[in-house]
Structure formats: structure tokens, C-alpha cells
């Protein structure tokens, strides 16, 4: 496998806006106005830089700091230096990519193109680029720490989530990519060959180690799960407390493949009872278990009533099976029952896999991809028909962005220089 990521050097690169070319270039002469707008900058976000652990400088640079100016690919730029624990920071201004060519604007519409599903053939025609740029460009932007991008969005921690497995494809090879969605928001997209749930745990780990750091309290109270058995084990193992309940219109879906031999009028009209059932026990306020637990029977003996003693069976034991995950659903309220946002979470990166299915290969950095694939479905706004229409996910699920402008937050999100600063004491 070559997609584990490299362990990395803290990248203490830091992207500001500075409104226009140039009063970059008028302030890149003079050090003390350059320091002083990149700190008002910071300040203005709610960010402060990330220095290294042992820094004792109260977490921000002075203008009496080391500096000094290099040429990146004919342009100046600043390197800044804390003098107290000597982490150096790069300042990139707006119109500069971290580590590409390409201006910003040609990779917002190339990005913009890949999102809305477009090959990278086709996007490198329209953008006169060529088409492998736009996925280094998604791996450059997923080679990020992922959880400060939530906490700089102040994004609070999911406490109820979706949890499942998109089987994809890379060239011949299956895959496996576990997924963590909570409303319109991705928190976590990996990358696996296998589906042990030694393999998931891990994966799945990978987010809750990170919640965990940014958060030590931080639990889980119900996770939605399609009820495959190393999905169970490892949501059993990572989050010991949460409820782990098994998604209603998986249950719909699954119930025609219970009535073997049926004629699909036959099928359909059961599952149409079926659907009611839950419908209805969903829409309950109280005692919802006990009145599913009920109907439940009454359905299994209207099964053997009506098509015969052996589907009645194969239904009611089906139930045994799954009807605790079920129950989990609706004892809790605030329990999600659908999986309908992760499905469609799946689609879209689905979509954007086939449409570079020729570079999604087996040497390349798979995490850094997908990473930045995620990135860009929670930072980019829906377009203007759809609901939420002109707000991104993070958005939809409360979390607050540094600016108006969608690629200058990738950008400022996905250069890992800042942190979010702490919030004053209140008292
Ligand atoms: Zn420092």
C-alpha cells in the first residue's frame, strides 16, 4: 500500500489576505508594516500562529522577530522565525498557491469543475492545465492536519454520527473507504484494502484520536451503522458508550430480499406496509420501542398469514437479528434514522473517484487525496437552486468561516501555520 501518509514536518505556512497585488508588494519592503498587517490579519480570524510545543513567547511573533526574505519561484515572500522556540513561519499572500504554480483563480474554477463532477481531462481542457495538476492539487490541500481545520472552523464535535463503508474501486483492487458524516458536514474519509475490523478500528481511530486531543471529554452519545459486522465491532471498541443503532431505510431496502420466490407486486406491497410501520412508530413521542416491538410481530404474522409459513419465518428471525439496532434508533430521539446525508456524502465522492479513475492509482497518496476531496465537500458552497443554496456544509452545521470567499478559506484552512486562538475567559 502506498497511500500511508508521510510523516511530515510541521507546516507552519500561513496564507493572508492582502486584498490586492499590490499592497503586497508595497509592504513587502517594509518589515515592521508587513508584520504588523499579517498579525492584524491573524487577529481579524481569531487565529494566532502555531508554535512549537515547548514556546514560551505567549504564542505570537513581535516585530522584533527574525525575518528574512526569499524568492519563491520569482516571487518574494517572508519567512518569519519566533525567537523564542525558532519555528518558522511562511507567509504566503492571497494570490499564491503553497507549493503549486497555478494562481488561485485557475484553481478555483478547476476545483470548482472537479467538485461538480467533471473528469480531469475534461476540466484540464477548459482550464488549460494539464490533467494531472488538479489532483496534485487535491493532495496538496488534503496533506493537512484535518482537526485543526474543524476547531479553526470552531465546527463543534459530532456527538450523534453516520458511520459506513464506500466500496470503490482503485484500478483492479478493491477498496474500502470508512466514512464519518454528521449532517452536511465529512469528519472523516479513509482509505482501506480490507474490511477486518482490525483495519476500520484503525481507521475509524484516526478521528477519534484527533477528537479526542482537541477535546478530552469528548463522547459519543449514538452512531447510525448499516449493521455490517466490522463496522459494529469497531464503533463497539472506539466509542464504548454510544449507542449503535441500525438505519431504518437500510431495514426498507432489505426487506424485499427477505421474500424469496415473491412476485414484486407481492414484495412491493409488503414493503409498503413495512414502511408504514416504521413510519409510524418514528412519528410516535412515546413508547416508540415497545409499539415497534409490536408491530413488528404483527407484520411477521401477517408475512406467514398471507405468503406462507416459511417467509413468515425468514422475516421474524430477520427481525431478531436486527431489531436491537432498530430499537437504539428510536429510543433515542435525537438518534439519526436515515443514513440518507452519508449516501449522498458517498455519491459525491464516488463520482469525483470515477472521474479520476485513471489518477486515483495504487502509488498515489490515497489519504492526502481523499483528505482533500473531503475538504472540498465541506468547504464548498452549494449551488445557488439547491437548500442551503450559497453555504458550505461547515456552514449548514454551524461552524464559522475566516472569510466570505470559499477558495481564500481552503486556502487559509489548509495551511497548517495558525490555530484557532483560545476564547477569552469569560466570567
Ligand atoms: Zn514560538
Known sequence: MGQAAKATRENRTITVDFHDDS?????INDGKAFVEFVFAFLLSLGFQLTHKASCSGGGCLTRHSHYVRVRLGGLTIWRMQCASCKAVFTVLPHFVLRYRKMRPEVARDALLATHGGLSLELCAAICH??????????????NTVWSRCWSKCHLPLPVYFLADEKHSRCLTDRVYLPTIVSGRVMWHLGYSTSKSAV????????FQRVASQEDPSYEVQGVLIDGFDSTTSSMRTLFP???LGHGLRHALNKLPDKLIGLSAPLRQGLRAKFHTLLHRCRTRTRVRVVALGQRLRRFA????????EDQGERVRSWFQDKKSGWYAVLEDPQMPAMSTVLDQ????????????????????????????????????????????AGQCGVEVEGGRLPTTDWMLNLQILTAGGCQCAPEPPSH
Open 301 to 308: 404474522d401477517h408475512i406467514t398469514a398471507t405468503v406462507g
Open 241 to 243: 458508550g454510544a449507542r
Open 23 to 27: 499592497t503586497y508588494f508595497q509592504l
Open 129 to 142: 492545465i494539464s490533467p494531472m495538476a488538479p489532483y496534485r492539487l487535491v493532495c496538496a490541500l488534503g
Open 345 to 388: 456524502a458517498h455519491n459525491a465522492i464516488d463520482r469525483k473517484l470515477f472521474a479520476m479513475k485513471g489518477f486515483h492509482h495504487p502509488g498515489g497518496s490515497q489519504t492526502a487525496f481523499l483528505t482533500g476531496l473531503a475538504h472540498l465537500y465541506n468547504l464548498i458552497p452549494y449551488q445557488r437552486r439547491a437548500l442551503n
Open 199 to 206: 483495519v476500520f478500528t484503525e481507521s475509524y481511530g484516526q
